[in-house]
């Protein structure tokens, strides 16, 4: 067998657990080295040694090449699995997906989640349109899965991936997810479809 790839992640990060959930996916050995967020860990001299953008996720594979971006990994990691749609435009639309949650749907619900659940922050310390762009961002997803089962289109791909890792977990941040029914049937499919149990609970690594 080769040698694992090194996963270097904290617990309580969905960007981090993304990597995880798709090698346990594919059949990908891996090893995790725990980097905690919260005591500034990505700041210590070997991890800046490793990826001086100063954040987790990242990994370090068996030749000793470096990969940050927690969608930039799994995207490598998946090429060539049925993660990927074959079809050129479904792909696109995965992709589309997977920037968007980047830019318009981690922002606010996965920092939210971190300053209350994390950070101990009372909720009306935090600047009022994280919860209202997480909501933006909640109501375009319960739009979209109304009518599929999952983001990009029928079938599971990296986008679904991507997007369940902070959503699942939403409550935490203080959003209410009963309020997004085809968005909570879709988190209980994917954790299915992942395999993500209790186990993995964020508070508890
Ligand atoms: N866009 C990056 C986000 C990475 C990121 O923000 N990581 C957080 C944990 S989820 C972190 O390391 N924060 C520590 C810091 O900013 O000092 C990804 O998807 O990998």
Redesign the pocket.
Same mark, same amino acid.
């Given at each position: 067998m080769s040698p694992p790839i090194t996963l270097y $992640?904290?617990r309580? #990060? $969905?960007?981090?657990l993304?990597i995880k959930w798709v090698a346990d996916y594919l059949g990908v050995p891996l090893r995790w080295v725990q %980097?905690d *967020?919260a005591t500034?860990?990505?700041?210590a001299p070997e991890i800046l040694a490793l990826n001086p %953008?100063?954040? *987790?996720?990242?990994v370090v594979f068996a030749d000793g090449r470096i990969l #940050?971006?927690?969608?930039? *990994?799994i995207l490598h990691l998946a090429e060539g699995s049925d993660l990927i749609p074959a079809d050129a435009f479904t792909r696109a639309r995965m992709l589309q997906w997977m920037f968007w949650e980047?830019y318009s749907h981690?922002p606010f619900i996965?920092v939210r989640r971190?300053h209350m659940a994390f950070m101990g922050r009372p909720a009306d310390s935090l600047d009022p349109k994280l919860l209202e762009r997480g909501n933006v961002a909640l109501g375009l997803m319960e739009r979209t899965l109304a009518d599929t089962d999952f983001m990009a289109g029928d079938a599971v791909s990296l986008a679904d991936v991507a997007l369940v890792a902070y959503t699942r977990v939403a409550h935490e941040g203080g959003y209410d997810l009963a309020a997004f029914p085809s968005v909570s049937a879709w988190v209980a499919r994917m954790e299915r479809t992942l395999g993500i149990g209790e186990r993995e609970g964020y508070a508890q690594p």
């Open positions: $992640g904290d309580i #990060s $969905g960007n981090c993304k %980097v *967020v500034g860990g990505t700041r %953008v100063g954040k *987790v996720p990242f #940050s971006e927690s969608n930039a *990994v980047q981690e996965a971190f």
